[in-house]
């Protein structure tokens, strides 16, 4: 099972909702990522986990909490988010960290109004 | 991490070998290079990954030349499928490493 799997697909928003995003993967990984893609461009890293524990935050704004409650589950906790935080948001995971090979999930398209 | 550079699209037809080359000048002795395939809105799917010489599985070939400046994915046979997006990366395997995707390549195939 190479399967990473976000939910929901799809998520519509207002400016003070706070919304959660899932992802799971029982491959054993021991990283996982979140990934934003704008349209027409390429993936950008937000976070990674190692080993269940924050590793990189590549100055990501604080309305995006990221938590990772075990081995298998990754969330991304959205509060307050603007329109341009409009995009797909893409989960990740890689036997470890140092891995150049990653398998994504597909995605949850966010719509923030 | 290296930079790399690939053409912004391509366009081929059905049966056709695609050939797409990426750029990476600045790669590093311990870096890898790996290629990911993009449909639209559907996440990235690594294809192949390489360090030296050539690298063949059931999708692609990875063509690498011993100065390692440059890297070719080579698609045999395209389908309308293979449309697509495909990433460049270049990378070391060890700790702390983290994929920076470049602009990638628009792949069309016609009939």
């Known amino acids: 099972d190479t399967e990473v799997t976000q939910t929901p697909k799809h998520l519509v928003m207002g400016m003070t909702n706070k919304k959660s995003l899932k992802c799971e993967q029982h491959?054993?990984?021991?990283?996982m990522y979140w990934y934003k893609q704008k349209a027409k461009k390429p993936p950008e890293l937000m976070f990674v986990?190692?080993?269940?524990?924050?590793?990189i935050n590549e100055s990501v704004p604080s309305r995006f909490s990221p938590e990772c409650p075990n081995s298998s589950l990754l969330n991304l906790h959205l509060h307050a988010l603007q329109p341009e935080d409009s995009a797909l948001y893409l989960c990740?995971?890689?036997?470890?960290?140092?891995?150049?090979?990653?398998?994504f999930g597909a995605g949850t398209r966010l719509s923030v109004l | 991490l290296a930079k790399t550079t690939q053409p912004i699209s391509m366009d081929s037809y059905e049966g056709q070998e695609v050939n797409i080359t990426c750029s990476h000048n600045n790669i590093a002795t311990n870096d890898y290079i790996t290629w990911y395939q993009q449909f639209p809105s559907q996440g990235p799917r690594f294809i192949i990954q390489?360090?030296?010489t050539k690298v063949t599985n059931e999708v692609a070939s990875l063509f690498i030349p011993a100065d390692r400046k440059s890297s070719t994915l080579s698609l045999p046979r395209v389908s309308l499928s293979d449309t697509a997006v495909y990433y460049c990366?270049?990378?070391?395997?060890?700790?702390?490493?983290?994929?920076?995707f470049g602009t990638g390549t628009q792949l069309k195939v016609e009939l």
């Open positions: 491959m054993g990984h021991r990283a």
């Open positions: 986990y190692s080993y269940e524990k924050l590793s």
């Open positions: 390489g360090y030296k």
């Open positions: 990740a995971s890689s036997q470890n960290q140092g891995s150049n090979i990653q398998y």
């Open positions: 990366l270049v990378g070391g395997s060890g700790g702390g490493n983290k994929l920076t």
